[in-house]
């Protein structure tokens, strides 16, 4: 599958990955925030689509700020709780830069794919030239813009590039609608380039994912 980008909406958010997931998602759709943090996507989601939104948030915090923004967050793992919802429960379910500090991604992906027509993923890409000149250079664990913790202290446990995830989406036997890659100022790599570029200069990834029909992960 070829990459593509998708149209974001125009407003101020602190993450331009957020603005690409919402501009993958259709006006007034059912949505699930996994892993939605102080709820940033959420509110940017009700302000510019209209949807019906929900998130899942592990950390007590983030519950406390969605709810006192006036989001309908409740608290949960993604690692365990996904699977007490209903099949195709939602129209997409999300997942925003936190797949690689889940557990066990296949099987998040695999519930994700399940009570969701579809599924948007965001992640780092640790197959940045960055992260492999402080390897390969340095023979440190890279800290870049993206990865801003040091080794000791990341919640990152499960070190994913752009291939890993192509590779992983295969094998789950999902299709790729819409993909892009970017780097941190936002800029994003030329649409038709093949996956090793984005593997070499993406710093991070959006996908858009739907399983295949007839499947349920």
Not at 3 to 32: F, H, K, S, Y
Not at 87 to 99: K, N, R
Not at 155 to 166: L, Q, S
């Amino acid at each position: 599958m070829t990459p593509t980008n998708g149209e974001a909406p125009q407003t101020a958010v602190t993450r331009i990955d957020l603005l690409l997931v919402a501009g993958m998602v259709e006006t007034g759709a059912r949505v699930l925030d996994v892993g939605c943090g102080d709820g940033e996507l959420l509110r940017l989601l009700a302000e510019t689509k209209r949807v019906d939104a929900r998130g899942v948030e592990i950390s007590q915090k983030g519950v406390n700020d969605c709810v006192a923004k006036g989001l309908s967050v409740v608290q949960g793992d993604a690692d365990v709780d996904l699977a007490d919802y209903p099949d195709d429960g939602f129209d997409y379910v999300i997942l925003s830069q936190t797949l690689q500090a889940t557990r066990n991604p296949r099987k998040v992906l695999e519930q994700m794919l399940r009570i969701g027509k579809r599924a948007i993923v965001s992640f780092p890409n640790f197959g940045h030239w960055r992260v492999r000149w402080q390897l390969g250079v340095r023979g440190r664990m890279p800290i870049t813009e993206n990865l801003s913790y040091a080794w000791y202290e990341t919640p990152n446990i499960h070190f994913c590039t752009i291939r890993d995830f192509v590779n992983l989406v295969e094998m789950m036997d999902a299709r790729i609608l819409r993909a892009t890659a970017m780097n941190s100022s936002g800029a994003q790599i030329r649409v038709n380039a093949p996956w090793w570029a984005w593997n070499l200069f993406g710093e991070q990834a959006v996908f858009l994912l739907e399983r295949q029909e007839g499947r349920k992960a």
